[in-house]
């Protein structure tokens, strides 16, 4: 004898749509832990670029450095050095007048 089956969920059938559930729902974690890397990625990798850009920068002025040309520049403006026999004038503006009155 033959029992019929007609429209009856089976566990069979019960079963494959939990796999299938169970591997969409994986497939959709990973999915958006890719896309999570992919930016962590193209953050990293612009990161790079920029210290990559501030190394070369960094590089030119250290080479620069060791020029007789700024070591002279940085004496004068940072530490305010003149040569011999130079005079240093110093413009001294009264800020007064710039003030509103009130």
């Given at each position: 004898?033959?029992?019929?089956?007609?429209?009856?969920?089976?566990?069979?059938?019960?079963?494959?749509?939990?796999?299938?559930?169970?591997?969409?729902?994986?497939?959709y974690?990973?999915?958006?832990?890719?896309?999570?890397?992919?930016?962590?990625?193209?953050?990293?990798?612009?990161?790079?670029?920029?210290?990559?850009?501030?190394?070369?920068?960094?590089?030119?002025l250290?080479?620069?450095?060791?020029?007789?040309?700024?070591?002279?520049?940085?004496?004068?403006?940072?530490?305010?050095?003149?040569?011999?026999?130079?005079?240093?004038?110093?413009?001294?503006?009264?800020?007064?007048?710039?003030?509103?009155?009130?």
């Amino acid at each position: 004898m033959k029992k019929s089956k007609k429209g009856g969920i089976t566990a069979f059938k019960l079963g494959l749509i939990s796999l299938f559930l169970i591997v969409s729902i994986h497939f959709y974690n990973q999915i958006v832990t890719y896309n999570k890397l992919v930016k962590e990625d193209k953050a990293k990798q612009e990161e790079i670029a920029e210290l990559k850009d501030e190394i070369s920068n960094v590089k030119v002025l250290l080479s620069k450095s060791k020029t007789q040309e700024f070591i002279e520049l940085i004496a004068r403006d940072e530490l305010g050095m003149i040569k011999p026999k130079e005079i240093k004038v110093v413009d001294k503006v009264d800020t007064d007048i710039f003030k509103e009155n009130k």
